[in-house]
């Protein structure tokens, strides 16, 4: 297999941010995924997230599991740590990771499979500890590398492209996290660049357990008719809770509703999108507000998108432990090993 490498010469006249990088030092590897595949689009808004950020990318620690989604940290970021674990397991090695080293930046990369269905417990356990991460899962609803079956996030009812209808209720990422202490939750689609790239900034910036779900179409095996993971079903159902932007030279959509209406906008491509405008008494920071929330509109055959819930004072993992300032890999042999005095006092404190 032949592998084409980017070329390291960059125009002269690129935009360099605040630590003089331009958007290129921030690409990874040429993709092999598919060509139009949703996660190719959300590397693209992690590149710009980052660079507009200007993070130093030598402090960035990119991790994954194993996917199609778990293959895309080769595709961002390529001056950056990086680690490709064995399936399902990327959150606990970046929890240790993240023990040792408390200065890096984590970004943990993964897919419905990879943390839906056989990491689903490990999911679980980085995000009720409160690991400082952005978490993000590439979600298409089905298992692409094995040529289609559902995943655990396949909504019931669902059809697949051989016309099979999946039977199974869906695990929502969402809900869970929300329930699990997550202190920065929000949903995006790939599709939506606009309203992706904030996100993942603001994720960026947060001290704590952020979830992004990312909604994103396997154009091979999950983008047609009967489909609840598809382009066009995603689309005309999403409910974005940040305003729309549209691509010119097309004339400008506009609509005027009262806050918590739903409006039926007609695109461009005569696809219909669902749009709830967010109530005023709508609050990010309360998180029962943002389940029920969740599930009244899923009930209505929406699909929420945009920051759900923020804690306002988040904390992590190193705060409840509370360790050090200093990153556990820069002490000294003798302030990590205190001697047998210690361990013998230690012992009698717990008698």
């Known amino acids: 297999m032949t592998y084409i490498t980017k070329p390291r010469l960059h ?4 935009a360099e941010n605040a630590l003089g990088f ?8 040429v993709s092999t995924l598919c060509a139009g595949c949703g996660h190719d689009s959300i590397s693209a808004s992690i590149i710009q997230a980052c660079y507009e950020l200007a993070l130093p990318p030598h402090r960035i620690a990119k991790l994954s599991g194993i996917g199609c989604s778990s293959k895309t940290p080769d595709y961002f970021v390529g001056a950056a740590h990086g680690f490709n674990t064995v399936h ?3 959150p ?6 993240n023990l040792a080293n408390k200065d890096l930046i984590y970004l943990g990369v993964s897919g419905d499979g990879d943390s839906a269905s056989i990491g689903l417990g490990q999911f679980a356990h980085a995000i009720r500890r409160g690991v400082n991460m952005v978490y993000i899962v590439e979600n298409n609803g089905v298992y692409g590398l094995t040529k289609g079956q559902f995943s655990a996030t396949s909504d019931a009812g669902s059809k697949s492209k051989r016309g099979v209808v999946n039977h199974d209720s869906a695990i929502d990422l ?5 329930q699990l202490g997550a202190t920065y939750v929000a949903r995006s689609f790939s599709g939506d660049k606009a309203q992706l790239t904030p996100l993942i900034k603001a994720a960026l910036s947060h001290k704590g357990a952020a979830f992004i779900d990312c909604i994103s179409p396997c154009v091979q095996f999950n983008n047609h008719l009967g489909s609840t993971k598809s382009f066009d079903y995603v689309r005309e159902h999403n409910m974005a809770m940040n305003r729309l932007d549209l691509i010119p030279p097309r004339a400008p959509i506009e609509i005027d509703h009262a806050p918590g209406t739903v409006e039926m906008v007609t695109q461009h491509d005569g696809s219909i999108l669902a749009l709830r405008k967010l109530s005023a008494h709508y609050d990010p920071s309360d998180r029962a507000q943002a389940l029920a929330h969740l599930q009244e509109r ?10 759900l819930y923020v804690d306002p004072t988040p904390s ?3 705060d409840h432990l509370d360790t050090v300032d200093t990153p556990l890999n820069a002490l000294s042999d003798a302030e990590l090993t205190p001697g047998a005095a210690a361990l013998v006092a230690l012992n009698a404190s717990l008698r």
């Open 11 to 14: 125009h002269p006249g690129l």
């Open 92 to 97: 606990s090695v970046l929890t240790g990771a």
């Open 88 to 90: 399902g397991r990327m």
């Open 298 to 307: 899923a009930a209505a055959g929406e699909i929420v998108t945009g920051l």
């Open 316 to 318: 992590d993992l190193h």
């Open 174 to 178: 969402v809900s869970l996290a929300l």
């Open 22 to 29: 331009t958007r290129r030092d921030y690409e990874g590897s």
